[in-house]
């Protein structure tokens, strides 16, 4: 097996274990952000032409936002894309590895970056009428808590249950209902699976 494939399974490793048990992150989180930092030069070579169909067409579905939260953001493909899409959204994108913010922060203009842990984010409670991932571990508390009441997330997967980092969207949505997210969509396009959740409109049941 070479060194991508190992990555890859690493990846999922970590997502399957995360998910299920969040506090093994302390684990998996030097390895994965040395992993990152290590692709960031690449990363941008290794995404296909379409890897945010299933996160683009979602958009399409939703009125504008305020304040947008790409977590995971990598290169800040999907920021880039909200701003694109929301030219008037203060948009943000956070990773774990420097490495990645340094790329995205040459590359794309008009969003604030930033390095920060998807799992302790360093923002308020319901700050954002969107927080978006792409190809990334949801941390769900953490994504509930910053979601502002009748607020949306969007977690997406570029190829879909081939995705290294992969959830599939029936426990997406088990889990973001048990957090006070009332209405779910899934989301395909490409090879990519999306899914667009909307909190209720009234106070968080987290905390
Ligand atoms: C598979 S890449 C996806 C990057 C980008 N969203 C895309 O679709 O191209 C996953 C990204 O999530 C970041 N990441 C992993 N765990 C994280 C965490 N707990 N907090 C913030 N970023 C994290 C990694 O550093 C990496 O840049």
Redesign the pocket.
Known sequence: MNREAIGRRF?RLATDAVVRYPPL?RLF?GP??RQ?NGL?PV?NTL?RPD??ASFEEALERIEPPRRVL??????G??AEAIKRRFPSAEVTG????PA?IEQARASVRGVRFEV????HLPYEDESFELVT?????P?FDELARVVAPGGRALIAF?SGAET??YVAPERLETELRGLGFTQFAVVAAGRGVALLAQRGATQNTSG
């Open positions: 990846a992150w989180r994965l952000r990152f960031a990363w995404r890897s945010l790409d977590v995971g953001t990598g290169t493909a999907g956070v990773d774990l590895a990645m920060a842990d998807a799992s991932l792409s190809n990334m571990i941390f570029s290294p980092i």
